[in-house]
T-cell receptor
């Protein structure tokens, strides 16, 4: 079975600082996609960033970037210049060719003004 | 930007009653998903549709849950009878394709409380 582990239930960061959220996963597949989703309080879940396992270059979307370590099965999310609007639950997820999208348990990120 | 519509936003029901949730995916999205998210956990897939056909309902408790997408557009998820353990957020999502690289777009969800 696919598993995704987010070992940090809660994180906090000062506004304008950088924070890194951790994620590890377990799969025997070589071809898959990894995702980070953001779920603000009482609002819909939205895709933050995604990474294809075959691409060595780490994905970047504005202030969001990932550190993808395929051999270690690690997929961390770095948020630079944190803003108040970044406060949310962050879910790591992955999906293989023949399997459903599997989510981790989430990390609650608090931004300290 | 197009969104996935869900209703109701909140639902309170008594144990043993029937409850139904509705979802309208983004226009043109062939794949529709229903997820259940228990407080403090990540979403778990209940059922996946490709057009009007169910392609994965392996985690759907079929003795009490049912889902349909009759015309391949909007969808309804029903629970009868509701149990206390069904209290959760029910999320609907859609994607343009069913492939693993096609990102999911989520609705705001329906928060169900069973008393």
């Amino acid at each position: 079975a696919q598993t995704v582990t987010q070992s940090q239930p809660e994180m906090s960061v000062q506004e304008a600082e950088t924070v890194t959220l951790s994620c590890t996963y377990d799969t025997s597949e070589s071809d898959y996609y990894l995702f980070w989703y953001k779920q603000p309080p009482s609002r819909q879940m939205i895709l933050v960033i995604r990474q294809e396992a075959y691409k060595q270059q780490n994905a970047t979307e504005n202030r969001f970037s990932v550190n993808f370590q395929k051999a270690a099965k690690s997929f961390s999310l770095k948020i630079s210049d944190s803003q108040l609007g970044d406060a949310a639950m962050y879910f790591c997820a992955y999906r293989t060719l023949n399997e459903k999208l599997t989510f981790g348990t989430g990390t609650r990120l608090t931004i300290i003004p | 930007e197009a969104e996935v519509a869900q209703s109701p936003r909140y639902k309170i029901t008594e144990k043993s009653q029937a409850v139904a949730f509705w979802c309208d995916p983004i226009s043109g999205h062939a794949t529709l998903y229903w997820y259940r998210q228990i407080l403090g956990q990540g979403p778990e897939l209940l059922v996946q549709f490709q057009d009007e056909s169910v392609v994965d309902d392996s985690q759907l408790p079929k003795d009490r849950f049912s889902a349909e997408r009759l015309k391949g557009v909007d969808s309804t998820l029903k629970i009868q009878p509701a149990e206390l353990g069904d209290s959760a957020m029910y999320l609907c999502a859609s994607s343009l394709f069913s492939s693993y690289n096609s990102p999911l777009h989520f609705g705001n969800g329906t928060r169900l409380t069973v008393t």
